[in-house]
């Protein structure tokens, strides 16, 4: 398996890959988001990883920046969105994605990561409820314990807590 960073040819794979990895009831909005990100402009950029299996692309997951909402300052980058196709699903594939992206935000001395997403799946690579709860998500949450951060650097420090704004891609209420 290769992980690399997504490209603009890896688009109609990568929509692909959260159309058939995602129910009726989500799969187009989320390969929606995946596609968007891809093409963000922001700084700095979404960290956007792919994995690949002779050449087929079976994997995907986004990182993009979050700054605080009151002074626009960085503050670290939210999860959102993972996936794997089905059929290579319980192999570790989106296991190692979420890896090596966390590794290479840890590099760039990002101090947070958020997620919204399952407590159990997330939770075995460190990420908790109880860090997050001092940061405010955009909107309304659905499900409040799917939010949940990881310090990366904590020699670094986070920033003071409070309401956090996402890339566009990510400012949708149903999302949340």
């Avoid at 603009?8 to 929606?32: G, Q």
């Avoid at 960290?47 to 050449?55: K, M, P, R, S």
């Amino acid at each position: 398996m290769n992980i690399r960073v997504a490209n603009d040819s890896d688009l109609e794979a990568i929509r692909e890959i959260y159309l058939s990895a995602f129910d009726d009831n989500e799969k187009e909005i989320v390969s929606s988001i995946a596609i968007d990100i891809l093409t963000e402009n922001s700084s700095p950029p979404p960290i956007t990883l792919v994995a690949e299996i002779d050449g087929i692309l079976v994997g995907h997951v986004s990182f993009s920046p979050v700054r605080l909402r009151i002074d626009k300052q960085l503050l670290g980058y939210i999860l959102a969105p993972l996936a794997v196709k089905p059929e290579y699903q319980k192999s570790g594939i989106g296991s190692k994605l979420v890896e090596r992206g966390m590794q290479q935000l840890k590099r760039q001395d990002i101090p947070i990561i958020f997620v919204y997403g399952d407590p159990k799946y997330y939770g075995r690579f460190g990420f908790m409820g109880d860090l997050a709860q001092a940061f405010l998500p955009p909107y309304t949450l659905q499900y409040p314990g799917g939010w949940q951060a990881i310090e990366l650097n904590s020699q670094r420090g986070c920033a003071p807590a409070g309401s956090i704004e996402c890339v566009t891609s990510l400012c949708k209420p149903e999302l949340w």
